[in-house]
């Protein structure tokens, strides 16, 4: 299934009116009108999902309920794209694909909550979307807006998809709304059992993973602290230190024990990975390609703070996120600096050096649903590229008897095992020290840590600990 964004005509037409939306709509809800927004400027820009909406919520002053509802609709929708188009595509009269784009937004605005959210009523949303398209498309259109989506209200039960037998890769396609080369690829990785709970994990509502800061805070200070807040909350299975929030729409930022520097916002698999690293207080350590600095605060705060972290960025702009995270952390080992990773220089050695590196993002789908549709498969030979240029650099900054970290934040053996294969043929000087030796060995796999969303309920990431010879 590919998308037509229609003539150059029609897509001016539709950045013209997606960016008048506040002037021209006032009734509806503010938070579905942003959404179709984000949604329209996220289908005609390469800006990723997260930094529209952090534009849009910094510059709204909207309610907790409707940053709540924001969030859910565009997310939602993003995730769910295929599986809403394909609906869209068989009650609509005419080609669907061809609408213009904010058309097609409030159509899926709509359908997303008829088909996923039970507390909104039917009528509300669809309402709300045919009022949208009413101020800027006129009656007809709307007319049509409201024809779709009552019909598809009424025949909700008559829906029929693809049929699984005729095709298994394009079922899953369309029904867990993904793209096909992603699925085919799964399927041939990991079969079609373990490629269904995969998609079906990718596909969840993302749980916040929080890291308590242990210079800071004491564990049982912070569960005592969420308990009084009445947050629902579990300890990961991998370490206590990392809290899973299971209440959704809080404002961790605003927390005392956030602003206090008691805790940061961190996945567990990228917690887990500087646990790897194995540092500690005294030493040297260079954290490559690090905003926004997550993986730089736990280095810092597992060496006591009592060593020296420079945390290389190619953007002056990415680091700032880096500085500010420290002071708030109340982090003094940490040192940034402004360098491409595949150059930077340094006359003296590390005894550590992480590198982080750019990869395909496939093992955050759960969190980061527009990933899957920016990602195309000749991405990964290409980064693969890049990860094998920044490493190759990197290594020659690794004292005798120091570790270099490979890290990535996804579930590609070609971006994970083989680059690390490739590498220790390549440097023979280097040895592959065994996760297992840090880590739990649940989320160790032949000398590496490798999670998997649907089967740890974190991130997939990759993590390998390679040793120079003394």
């Known amino acids: 299934m590919q998308e037509d964004s229609g003539t150059d005509n029609q897509s001016a037409v539709v950045n013209q009116h997606t960016d008048s939306l506040n002037e021209q709509v006032i009734e509806v809800n503010p938070a579905r009108l942003a959404a179709v927004r984000i949604i329209s400027r996220f289908e005609r820009s390469d ?47 005419g080609d669907y694909l061809k609408c213009l784009n904010i058309v097609k937004n409030a159509l899926r605005v709509g359908l997303y909550q008829i088909l996923f959210l039970d507390r909104i009523p039917d009528h509300a949303s669809i309402n709300e979307s045919v009022e949208i398209i009413k101020r800027i498309q006129g009656e007809k259109i ?158 810092a705060e597992q060496s006591n703070d009592e060593g020296i972290v420079i945390s290389v960025d190619k953007y002056e702009s990415k680091l700032k996120s880096i500085k500010e995270g420290a002071e708030r952390l109340h982090l003094k080992s940490i040192k940034t600096m402004v360098a491409d990773a595949s150059s930077v220089e340094f006359e003296e050695l590390f005894d550590v050096v992480f590198a982080d590196l750019p990869c395909s993002g496939l093992g955050t789908l759960t969190k980061k649903p527009d990933i899957k549709w920016k990602r195309e498969r000749e991405d990964i030979a290409l980064l693969v590229n890049t990860q094998k240029e920044i490493i190759s650099n990197a290594v020659r900054f690794v004292k005798p008897g120091g570790a270099l970290i490979y890290s990535t934040c996804t579930i590609e053996p070609e971006e994970n095992e083989d680059v690390i294969s490739w590498f220790l043929a390549e440097n023979p000087d280097f040895t592959l020290d065994p996760a297992e030796k840090y880590l739990p060995a649940d989320i160790c796999r032949s000398g590496c840590m490798q999670t998997y969303q649907h089967i740890h309920n974190i991130d997939g990431a990759f993590a390998a600990r390679l040793v120079r010879k003394t």
């Not at 907790?64 to 869209?88: F, P």
């Open 47 to 93: 800006a990723y999902l997260d930094k529209l909406m952090l534009k849009e919520l910094r510059d709204s002053s909207f309610s907790n309920e409707d940053k709540a509802l924001l969030t859910e609709l565009v997310n939602g929708v993003i995730r769910w794209k295929w599986k809403l188009d394909w609906v869209l595509t068989g009650f609509y009269k």
């Open 142 to 299: 709307a007319g049509i807006v409201n024809g779709v989506l009552r019909n598809i209200a009424r025949n909700i039960e008559n829906i029929r998809y693809p049929v699984k037998e005729d095709d298994a890769v394009y079922y899953y396609t369309i029904i867990l709304s993904h793209p096909r080369w992603m699925v085919k690829r799964w399927m041939d990785l990991f079969g079609e059992e373990q490629t269904v709970k995969l998609l079906e994990a990718n596909n969840r509502k993302p749980d916040t993973k929080i890291r308590i800061n242990l210079l800071r805070a004491t564990i049982s200070e912070v569960i005592s602290e969420l308990r009084e807040k009445n947050i629902d909350f579990e300890q990961s299975a991998f370490a206590p230190e990392s809290i899973i929030i299971k209440s959704k729409g809080e404002d961790i930022s605003s927390w005392e024990l956030f602003t206090e520097g008691k805790i940061t916002i961190q996945d567990t698999s990228a917690y887990m990975a500087t646990k790897l690293a194995f540092v500690r207080p005294g030493q040297r350590i260079l954290d490559l390609c690090s905003a926004p600095g997550g993986k730089s605060f736990a280095l």
